[in-house]
C-alpha cells in the first residue's frame, strides 16, 4: 500500500512564507515525479509545480519566483517552499506522485490529503 502525507499547512500572514512537505510511504519501486495542486474555495483546483527525475521543476507562470519545489530522494519526499506568500494563495494544497510500487510495473498517480493554507492580509 502506498500512501501520500502532507504536513507544513498553516496560517501565515501576507508576505510570509511556509514550506509544505509531502512524503510518500509503502512498497515503493521508483517515483517518476512529485508535484502540488491547489484548490481555493469555490474555485477549480490548480497545478502549481513538479519535480521530475533528474531533479527537473517545472512551475505554473503565477507561482514562479514564489515557489520553489525540491525533492529528497532518499526519503521519497517533496518539499514546497512558498515565499511571499499573498492571501488569493489561501486555498488547500494537495500533493501528488507518480509512483512505481511493488504490484506494478507502470507509474499510478497517488494523492495525499492536502493541508490547508490560509494566509492573512
Known amino acids: 500500500q502506498v500512501q501520500l502525507v502532507e504536513s507544513g499547512g498553516g496560517w501565515v500572514q501576507a508576505g510570509g512564507s511556509l514550506r509544505l512537505s509531502c512524503e510518500a510511504s509503502?512498497?515503493?519501486?521508483?517515483?517518476?515525479?512529485m508535484g502540488w495542486y491547489r484548490q481555493a474555495a469555490g474555485k477549480r483546483r490548480e497545478w502549481l509545480a513538479e519535480v521530475r527525475s533528474g531533479d527537473i521543476t517545472d512551475y505554473r507562470d503565477l507561482v514562479k519566483g514564489r515557489f520553489t519545489i525540491s525533492r529528497d530522494n532518499a526519503k521519497n519526499t517533496t518539499y514546497l517552499q512558498m515565499n511571499t506568500l499573498k492571501s488569493e494563495d489561501t486555498a488547500v494544497y494537495s500533493c501528488?506522485?507518480?509512483?512505481?510500487?511493488?504490484?506494478?510495473?507502470?507509474?499510478?498517480?497517488?494523492w495525499g490529503q492536502g493541508t490547508q493554507v490560509t494566509v492573512s492580509s
Open positions: 501528488y506522485g507518480d509512483l512505481i510500487s511493488d504490484y506494478r510495473d507502470y507509474a499510478v498517480r497517488y
Open positions: 509503502g512498497s515503493i519501486r521508483g517515483i517518476n515525479a
